[in-house]
């Protein structure tokens, strides 16, 4: 009976597996990069509504993503701000990281949100 255990024990501990870490993993899909479509079409005077059109469906896409799966869920809106180490951010006080628009505090950086609590993408001017 004590080896039957010991058979048993091994079984069930061989199975276990560490959880990988997901904490802060905001990127529910792949990014699409919507400026493509108007860095393409320089000549199309269209191109900016075709842009704004697709960051639209790709947020709206990536809120019910986000909201099936519980997660904090972007903002429609995608903002023009300048990039993170640039002397304009510095000056400012905002900056786009990693897409997403960080507001700078005096001990570090915090993430802008919307009125629904939803966060703020950005695109680097």
Not at 24 to 47: A, L, M
Not at 87 to 106: P, Q, S, T, Y
Request: hydrophobic share 35%; aromatic share 8%.
């Amino acid at each position: 009976m004590d080896w039957m255990a010991a058979v048993l024990v091994l079984i069930v501990a061989t199975g276990a597996s560490a959880q990988t870490r997901r904490y802060g993993d905001v990127s529910y899909q792949k990014p699409q990069d919507c400026s493509i479509i108007t860095e393409q079409n320089r000549h199309n005077p269209f191109g900016y509504l075709f842009r704004d059109q697709c960051e639209r469906i790709n947020a709206s896409s990536r809120q019910s993503t986000a909201r099936i799966l519980g997660r904090p869920q972007p903002s429609r809106k995608v903002l023009k701000v300048p990039a993170h180490g640039s002397d304009e951010a510095k000056r400012l006080g905002v900056a786009c990281m990693g897409g997403l628009v960080m507001l700078r505090l005096e001990n570090g950086w915090q993430q802008a949100l919307d009125d629904e609590h939803r966060y703020y993408t950005c695109r680097e001017r």
